[in-house]
């Protein structure tokens, strides 16, 4: 054996992964996002650590071997039951990264952080409330944090909906008035109760949202009762799962420090400690809160020197180095410094981000299919990456998802070194530009673009400098003092998103926003879009049904069909080398004609009684594939007008001016099939008229019958 420990504290935000040896010395610490099952599944968390761990061992300069480490502590939120402890268990087993593995929820890493003794109560309050307790002959009690299925009440989320609630009853007047009326919708930036339900309503504010607005309940409650009310009852909760806890393990008249962890209770608002302090004592005059200083990646380290039998002097020591080294690390969080443009950026140097979908999933209320499924994307820092498929494809609701204005019901979404699953869309630092302009239409367009500047109390001269900036960008300078109903369609889209670019934010979303134009107008907005997406270097996800302009504007095209991404790829690669049938299909205009034909010795095949030449990869799969039929693909500018060939008759010839597309129909083994030929607008056929189409070498593409998958 090694003698190293690994230890683990995996968030619902971030991930801390320790690697150091029995006598507590710290080899190596790193940090990165969230790593809960609950939201990632047990594989998507292990390959979270599983990056972490190779970061790990090289900057500790250990040499790899199995197992890495004697004993690996993993404690993950989420995990709130020993039937989900043993499936991590099973995933870890074949991975070799500890001859022994200890697996539990992240409230355990709270417990053993906070105390030297290893047994007493913890309790978590964060978007969840959780409870845990180790007696001192190590019997365990737990409370899973899941909500009302298990009667719980008092996280982040419990009390922001009662606070909304509180603050619509006082408005609407079937509640006591309280300044939560005020200090709620001000939170989002809006003005009463009314608007922030209308806009949970509306998905335009995820509810999830809610669970922000602890802070503001316990700042009101200091001159409000009925936001006292609610930290009373928060409160209680507290004091009533220690107690059952200390009850269960039998420790009620002992000295026990009852360990305080999360967001809610780290804040030590003295109002909510007092009233859990004076709960304890009422239950015994032995016990008392104590919010915990120390990292939970501490505790979760400490339990692994436990089982591999280290003493205090080695505790202490990893006390010491790795409570450093999380300050450190946390630190460098901080000031991260992020990669810079060579010459280009947004007006005011602002500097851009990548985006991560870490296998982000939408189900929405009352179906049962993913509007998303587990969509796993990476847009480069300064890429311009367009989401493109039919109607409820998921790519609208996956750019929501992004911009906070729908909810991620598994999975996780980073930009740059930030999680922001679970951060207001305000808070993102993202802007939109939507189909409908959305301009104020009683305000300039100086007005108009200077907004978000207003509303974040910009001083006015750097305000007007920046609008200023960006007119000149965007060429609308001569119509600074014009309203939005003076402007065409081309110049309000202009307008729209100047709003956008005048915020330097580190992505911009663009939801269909040419969709409004008119065929001539939108061609000439395309050129302006890529163009100013090229000059500014910004990190664009821009989202549309036309494949037209998915393929001229973006770096790459992702692919969405069902809630899936089918392919992600550069332009010229998904219409030559497209993943499936599905994107073979969907991208080029007209549409690549496929037909299903049995598939001869050898990989062979042939339409009408003309053999089509295919690569010989794809020949080769095909005669693998172990099906009698496989599905040919081809474009239409790959069939040329022979005199000998597939027997076609013309339906529909459509000019084009040089080009022309040709209709026809044709007997094929499968039976009649509609298949589509471009060719010269000067050797076009008549309608009516019997053709011979040829498909040219090797430009063929064969795709599975059954899974559409490309093959060769």
Request: overall charge negative.
């Amino acid at each position: 054996m090694s003698g190293l420990v690994l230890a683990v504290d995996g968030g619902n935000s971030k991930t801390y992964l320790a690697l150091l040896r029995a006598d507590g010395s710290l080899l190596a610490l790193v940090r990165g996002s969230q790593s809960s099952p609950h939201h990632l599944g047990v594989e998507g968390s292990l390959a979270v650590l599983a990056g972490l761990l190779g970061d790990a061992v090289r900057s500790a300069g250990v040499a790899e071997r199995a197992p890495l480490a004697e004993t690996g502590v993993f404690l993950l939120a989420g995990v709130d039951y020993p039937a989900e402890e043993r499936e991590i268990e099973s995933a870890l087993a074949g991975r070799g990264w500890a001859g022994r593995t200890i697996v539990g929820n992240d409230t355990f890493a709270v417990l053993r952080a906070g105390t030297a003794r290893g047994w007493g109560v913890a309790i978590t309050c964060g978007a969840g409330i959780n409870c845990v307790g180790v007696g001192r002959d190590g019997r365990q009690v737990r409370f899973p944090a899941l909500g009302a299925i298990t009667g719980d009440w008092g996280g982040g989320y419990d009390i922001g909906l009662a606070a909304v609630s509180a603050a619509a009853r006082s408005e609407d007047g079937r509640g006591p008035r309280t300044s939560l009326e005020r200090a709620i919708p001000a939170h989002f930036g809006l003005h009463t109760p009314a608007e922030l339900a209308e806009a949970i309503h509306r998905r335009e504010i995820p509810l999830r949202s809610v669970i922000e607005l602890a802070p503001v309940i316990l700042a009101e409650a200091a001159d409000d009762p009925v936001a006292a009310e609610l930290v009373d009852r928060l409160a209680d909760e507290v004091v009533t799962l220690a107690r059952v806890a200390l009850e269960r393990l039998d420790l009620t008249g002992e000295s026990v420090e009852v360990m305080l962890g999360g967001g809610i209770l780290r804040s030590r608002d003295a109002r909510l400690l007092g009233t859990i302090e004076r709960g304890l004592r009422s239950i015994g005059p032995g016990l008392s809160p104590h919010v915990t200083d120390s990292p939970p990646i501490v505790g979760a380290a400490l339990l692994g020197l436990d089982a591999a039998g280290a003493g205090e002097t080695a505790a202490q020591r990893l006390r010491s180095e790795l409570s450093s080294a999380v300050d450190r690390l946390e630190a460098n969080a901080g000031r991260r410094p992020r990669r810079r443009h060579s010459g280009r950026g947004l007006p005011g140097g602002r500097l851009m981000a990548d985006v991560r979908f870490l296998q982000a999933t939408r189900v929405y209320p009352g179906t049962t299919s993913p509007a998303v499924d587990a969509l796993d994307l990476h847009i480069a820092d300064g890429e311009f990456v367009v989401l493109v498929g039919p109607s409820g494809s998921g790519k609208t609701t996956a750019l929501r998802m992004l911009a906070g204005l729908e909810e991620v019901d598994s999975g996780s979404i980073m930009i740059g070194d930030r999680d922001v699953t679970d951060i207001a869309p305000k808070k993102r630092d993202i802007a939109m530009v939507f189909q409908n302009y959305a301009l104020y239409p009683y305000l300039t367009v100086a007005a108009n673009i200077g907004f978000p500047l207003k509303i974040a109390k910009v001083p006015r001269a750097e305000r007007e400098a920046r609008v200023r900036d960006v007119a000149e960008l965007l060429g609308l300078t001569e119509y600074l003092e014009r309203k939005p109903g003076q402007l065409s369609g081309g110049q309000r889209q202009r307008v729209a998103m100047g709003r956008a670019i005048v915020r330097q934010p580190s992505v911009f979303l663009m939801d269909e926003p040419l969709s409004n134009l008119d065929a001539k107008l939108r061609v000439q907005m395309r050129a302006d879009i890529a163009e100013l997406q090229a000059r500014l270097a910004a990190t664009t996800v821009y989202v549309t049904h036309d494949q037209a302009e998915a393929m001229t504007l973006g770096h790459r095209v992702a692919v969405l069909k069902d809630g899936l991404l089918q392919q992600c790829d550069a332009p010229r690669a998904l219409y030559d080398r497209p993943a499936n049938s599905f994107v073979a299909g969907f991208i080029g205009s007209p549409a690549m004609n496929l037909f299903t034909v049995p598939c001869g010795a050898h990989g062979t095949v042939s339409l009408g009684g003309t053999a089509v030449a295919v690569s010989p990869a794809a020949a080769g799969a095909a005669a693998a594939c172990g099906s009698p039929d496989v599905v040919v693909g081809i474009r239409p500018e790959a069939l040329d007008l022979a005199s000998d060939g597939i027997a076609a008759h013309v339906e529909v010839v459509e000019e084009l001016g040089a080009d022309a597309y040709v209709f026809c129909v044709a007997d094929l083994p499968g039976g009649e099939a509609k298949l589509v030929a471009r060719v010269d607008a000067e050797s076009r056929p008549e309608r009516g008229t019997r053709v011979y189409l040829r498909p040219r070498a090797r430009e063929a593409l064969l795709f599975h019958p059954l899974t559409g998958e490309r093959l060769g």
